[in-house]
């Protein structure tokens, strides 16, 4: 009789962890539907983040700025005019941004018929270390925010090349020399 007990305990015993993994096994199938579902609903986002990424459509008119260099003199896009312009988007944070920077000072002393303009996302104190630490001859304006959304600058560092007739023939993310030399020569003269 005892060995009845266990039996039918036994049974009940296996009949529940059979249930256990058919209910374990719905949930996963579930769960994965439920994944596949919101990966697709989420294509759509990536999508507009990825062009977003880029900023904005080469061909169109680069928004004109007046900002505040490194010394506290007022500098404006217009001020290049006639000029081609490598306008560089970077953090005084970046990592990224911190290993471009001799690369985009050697880019400025090769280049002479390229005028390089960085904003740089920084305190006033910090702009003016970095300018003095690296060297930069070129200006090294104060960041606004209302033009990084104009430029629609989603990253650092973040760059674009501006024809003389203030036109933006390329951008892209860049951080070496030879990525600058790339960008500019790919955005043609």
Same mark, same amino acid.
């Given at each position: 009789? /005892? $060995?009845?007990?266990?039996?039918?305990?036994?049974?009940?015993?296996? @009949?529940?962890?059979?249930?256990?993994?058919?209910?374990?096994?719905?949930?996963?199938?579930?769960?994965?539907?439920?994944?596949?579902?919101?990966?697709?609903?989420?294509?759509? =986002?990536?999508? @507009?983040?990825?062009?977003?990424?880029?900023? =904005?459509?080469?061909?169109?008119? /680069?928004?004109?700025?007046?900002?505040?260099?490194?010394? #506290? *003199?007022?500098?404006?896009?217009?001020?290049?005019? @006639?000029?081609?312009?490598?306008?560089?988007?970077?953090?005084?944070?970046?990592? %990224?941004?911190?290993?471009?920077?001799?690369?985009?000072?050697?880019?400025?002393?090769?280049?002479?018929?390229?005028?390089?303009?960085?904003?740089?996302? @920084?305190?006033?104190?910090?702009?003016?270390?970095?300018?003095?630490?690296?060297?930069?001859?070129?200006?090294? =304006? %104060?960041?606004?925010?209302?033009?990084?959304?104009?430029?629609?600058?989603?990253?650092?560092?973040?760059?674009?090349?501006?024809?003389?007739? #203030?036109?933006?023939?390329?951008?892209?993310?860049?951080?070496?020399?030879? *990525?600058?030399? %790339?960008?500019? $020569?790919? #955005? #043609?003269?």
């Amino acid at each position: 009789m /005892a $060995e009845s007990k266990t039996g039918v305990l036994l049974l009940m015993l296996m @009949g529940i962890v059979i249930l256990l993994m058919v209910a374990i096994i719905g949930l996963f199938i579930r769960m994965n539907q439920l994944q596949s579902q919101v990966l697709a609903a989420l294509v759509p =986002l990536q999508a @507009g983040a990825m062009e977003q990424e880029m900023g =904005l459509e080469i061909g169109t008119q /680069a928004p004109d700025f007046t900002l505040p260099d490194a010394a #506290g *003199q007022m500098v404006s896009l217009d001020d290049f005019a @006639g000029q081609r312009v490598l306008l560089a988007f970077s953090s005084t944070d970046c990592r %990224a941004c911190t290993e471009m920077y001799p690369h985009l000072t050697a880019f400025s002393e090769n280049q002479p018929d390229v005028q390089v303009v960085m904003i740089s996302q @920084g305190s006033a104190e910090e702009n003016q270390q970095l300018v003095q630490a690296q060297g930069f001859t070129f200006p090294v =304006l %104060a960041w606004d925010d209302s033009v990084a959304r104009d430029y629609q600058v989603a990253g650092t560092p973040f760059l674009y090349v501006i024809d003389a007739e #203030g036109v933006i023939t390329n951008a892209d993310f860049a951080n070496t020399l030879e *990525q600058l030399e %790339a960008l500019v $020569e790919s #955005g #043609g003269r």
